[in-house]
Every structure is written in structure tokens, then in C-alpha cells.
């Protein structure tokens, strides 16, 4: 769910490996690939009027994070976790007519496609219940543009976003009863 000026949302797909670092860290990358989102607007056309059009909007993620176990990371039953990270955020857009041009016409303002990046920092906290090597998490974070470089201020078209997951996590590791 994108804030700022945007204020849209979209159902995405995240994979994502992590490692155990000691008893109550785990250490991860991860993608996210959000949905398109569609939204209806109007292309000026040199003649006057107007047609129809779509903008499509992408978003992927790459993240490098880490959880915080209150429990341990494999204990059975229900855990608790903080994450914290950093992500990159691609985004693209491109403009789609959805209507024909009359003849001798041209549009006026429509927007070409484009691409832009950003950083965030990323926080949330998750519960997850594990049943041996499946664990089913739900997690819930915020994304915050990072928009500073050695105290200086950079500009980060990303908009600060709330980020919800609900999953399975599988273990391939051997599990320790110590």
C-alpha cells in the first residue's frame, strides 16, 4: 500500500532465502514483485478532445534483511519476530491508449515510459507457528524513503509504503534439539 500522493495498493509475490545467524537471527535477501496497478486517465489530442488511456504502474523490491527472534528462530510452536533492512525499489510506468486517434491528430500529453529507483528502510514485526520444517508467518512493516546521504538531503520518488505478508517458510536445515 503506496502513501504520499500516489495512494494506491496491490497484492504481491516475495520470495525470499535467509540464513540463521546464532539462536534468535536469521539474515536474508529477498524479491517482491508487486501486481500492476491500473489507473484510468485521458490523453490530450492536438486537435482538441481527448482519448481514453491506462497508466501501468510496476514495482519490484530487493531487500536485505534480518529478523529478530524473541523465541528461537526454530522453536516449536508460536514466535515472535522484529525485521529490520534496506530495500531497492524499481519502479516503471508507460501510458496505454485505450481509444483510437483520429486521423491528422496526435496526443499531446501523454506520458512516455520511464523507470526509477530508490532506497528504503524497512521495519515490521511477525509472528510465526512452526510445525516442524513448515512455519506460517504473517508480518506486517512500513517502508520509509531513505532520503539522506551523509546528512545531506537526496530526492527518493519512492513513497513510503505499508507492507503486509502472510506465507508458509520451509526449513532445510537440520533442526537441533539442544
Known amino acids: 500500500m503506496y502513501k504520499g500522493d500516489f495512494q494506491q495498493k496491490t497484492p504481491g509475490v516475495k520470495a525470499r532465502i535467509s540464513v540463521p545467524s546464532g539462536e534468535r537471527l536469521a539474515i536474508g535477501v529477498g524479491f517482491t514483485y508487486g501486481f500492476p496497478i491500473k489507473t484510468p486517465s485521458e490523453v490530450a489530442l492536438s486537435g482538441g478532445g481527448s482519448v ?43 501510458e496505454n491508449l485505450k481509444g483510437s486517434i483520429p486521423s491528422g491528430q496526435e496526443p499531446m500529453d501523454q506520458i512516455e515510459p520511464a523507470s526509477e529507483s530508490g532506497f528504503t528502510l524497512n521495519f515490521g514485526l511477525g509472528t510465526q507457528y512452526s510445525m516442524g520444517t513448515a512455519m506460517i508467518f504473517g508480518d506486517a512493516g512500513i517502508a520509509l524513503p531513505a532520503n539522506q546521504v551523509n546528512g545531506q538531503v537526496v530526492e527518493n520518488i519512492i513513497p513510503a509504503h505499508f507492507v503486509f505478508n502472510l506465507g508458509v517458510r520451509f526449513s532445510l536445515g537440520a533442526r537441533s534439539n539442544d
Open 52 to 94: 481514453p488511456s491506462e497508466i501501468v504502474y510496476h514495482f519490484k523490491t530487493i531487500l536485505v534483511d534480518c529478523n529478530y527472534f524473541f523465541g528461537g528462530e526454530k522453536e516449536e510452536g508460536l514466535t515472535v519476530y522484529a525485521s529490520g533492512g534496506a530495500g531497492l525499489v524499481l519502479a516503471s510506468y508507460k
